[in-house]
């Protein structure tokens, strides 16, 4: 079957892509409407089916996050320790994040929701935190 | 298929070379693998150079195989730069591969080279975290410390290792670099030691870890005319080089880089992990190795502590794995390290390991090499399988 990357010719340049809702508090990715794949960040052409179908979508702002670790080496303007974790969006979606407020007996699969720092160019622009009930 | 051997391999020995440039390093493992082939520079066709990070840290950016094999004599004939991060190496020992098989040269050389010591940590620091998607990852601090402690701790997590299987490879990893006269770390560990060692990112320590590293390898490839046997020195045919990209993870699981590029090559060489006796795994922390045990087929998912445990990968089992040290104790000079694998894999065959020679000569050797990073999986992985004949 023939699919045009027309549309991909077409995209919107990375750089004016939205990375952030910050109405929704949430990370912006696509959605793929050929096959419904998402993706973070958003892309041209679908990674899963290769048709230049996505659209951008907002993600969900909470996740579950899969595993984590704390970081003890500095990396200017970052002090250690920090801490890093990977979290699954309901989405499908892996995000790379810094977490915060995570206790020392919190075990994953652990829910956590996203916050935004003030500025986009804030370091790190964005981060996740447990959900406390 | 058009039949290749190593016909040499040659290594500057790994570590810490403040005074030695990166035409010095080359200068060495070069001279050496072309020694090693009995053959001369002049009998080179072709040249697959691989490099990481010169760029940013020498300054050497764009032609860095051209520059730096000019002190070899290495002139006129086609060199072609690779990189693809920690996975350069056998990056272009595979372009070097397939430029025989082609038909497009006879005799080739693929070389690797790195100098990431530049007196200035934050710098070379920085030069590593652009082996990933860095619109992904700018200023999140993610160095592959922290992905292989990620990697691990969600193994942990889900019960398939334990922290004390980390420590004990970690021991194994500096027992064997003991062993190397090439290996940038020569002292071997107690666990105590490994438990004890700074925390870099948990549950990783500064023991488990590979460090900056100064280094090159090198290896010759060559067309095999008539019957492969040896002639009073095993020769080493390539039985398979496969290579695959990494991808855009998700949360279903999927099979990772390295088991779909270890099929590619079980396949091409028509054997099964069972039948290898030798490898070299990338374990740029030394715990990586347990992963790779499960990725490449040794083992069973959550079979990795037993299988170290039982002895089997330590020098004189029935698989010995990383027995230079691997990365963590042989040193990860990035270009170089897949050239480095190679080159002790080839040693092993032939039976020239020395200390390191296991029980005998295995018949099949393998290499596999990662690099960078996408979302969760390596971006670029190679595996080759090496056959010792005569």
């Known amino acids: 079957m023939m699919m045009s990357l027309e549309r991909a010719v077409e995209a919107a340049p990375t750089a004016t892509r939205a990375r952030l809702d910050r109405a929704a508090g949430a990370l912006v990715g696509s959605r793929c409407l050929r096959c419904g794949t998402y993706s973070w960040p958003e892309r041209a052409v679908c990674h899963h089916c290769g048709a230049a179908e996505p659209e951008p979508a907002t993600l969900s702002p909470r996740g579950t996050l899969v595993t984590h670790t704390t970081v003890w080496v500095p990396r200017p303007p970052l002090e250690p320790p920090f801490t890093l974790g990977q979290v699954e969006l309901p989405e499908g979606v892996l995000v790379f994040a810094h977490v915060r407020g995570l206790a020392g007996d919190d075990r994953v699969p652990l829910p956590v929701e996203l916050r935004l720092a003030e500025r986009d160019d804030d370091v790190p622009p964005f981060w996740f935190e447990p959900v406390r009930l | 298929m058009t039949a290749v051997e190593v016909a040499g391999v040659g290594m500057h020995p790994f570590g810490r070379f403040e005074d030695r440039s990166l035409k010095d390093l080359a200068r060495v493992a070069v001279a050496r693998a072309v020694d090693d082939a009995g053959i001369a520079i002049a009998d080179l066709d072709a040249v697959y150079s691989a490099n990481g990070m010169a760029g940013l840290l020498q300054g050497q950016e764009q032609i860095r195989g051209q520059a730096a094999l000019r002190d070899v004599g290495i002139e006129r004939v086609p060199v072609v730069n690779v990189d693809n991060a920690c996975a350069g190496g056998s990056s272009a020992f595979r372009e ?26 934050d710098r070379s620091l920085a030069a590593l975290e652009t082996a990933a998607d860095i619109e992904i990852v700018g200023g999140l601090g993610l160095q592959f410390t922290a992905i292989y402690a990620m990697r691990l701790r969600k193994r942990i997590d889900a019960g398939l290792l334990a922290e004390d299987d980390l420590v004990a490879v970690a021991v194994k990893s500096r027992r064997n670099g003991a062993l190397n006269p090439n290996a940038q770390r020569q002292e071997a560990v107690s666990a105590a030691e490994v438990r004890a060692a700074r925390p870099i990112a948990d549950p990783l320590t500064l023991l488990m870890c590979s460090s900056f590293c100064d280094g090159a390898a090198a290896a010759i490839l060559r067309r095999v005319e008539g019957a492969a046997t040896g002639n009073g020195r095993p020769r080493v045919l390539l039985r398979a080089s496969a290579a695959v990209s990494g991808f855009t993870a998700g949360a279903a699981e999927e099979e990772p880089t390295a088991t779909v590029c270890a099929a590619k090559a079980y396949a091409e060489a028509g054997v099964g992990p069972e039948e290898i006796g030798v490898a070299e795994v990338h374990d740029a922390m030394a715990p990586g190795e347990l992963i790779y045990y499960e990725q490449l087929g040794f083992c069973e998912p959550g079979g990795a502590g037993e299988l170290l445990a039982s002895g089997a990968t330590a020098i004189g089992g029935r698989l010995p794995v990383n027995p230079s040290g691997g990365l963590c104790s042989r040193g990860h000079p990035v270009g170089a390290t897949g050239l480095a694998q190679i080159a002790e894999v080839v040693w092993h065959l032939r039976g020239e390991a020395g200390d390191r020679q296991g029980a005998g000569r295995p018949r099949l050797g393998l290499t596999q090499n990662s690099g960078g990073w996408l979302t969760g999986e390596p971006a670029a992985c190679n595996v080759q399988i090496l056959e010792g004949v005569g």
């Not at chain 2, 070097?96 to 940590?121: P, Y």
């Open chain 2, 96 to 121: 070097a591969a397939l430029a025989i098989r082609a038909g497009a040269a006879d005799t080739v050389l693929a070389v690797g080279f790195e100098k990431m010591f530049v007196g200035d940590r």
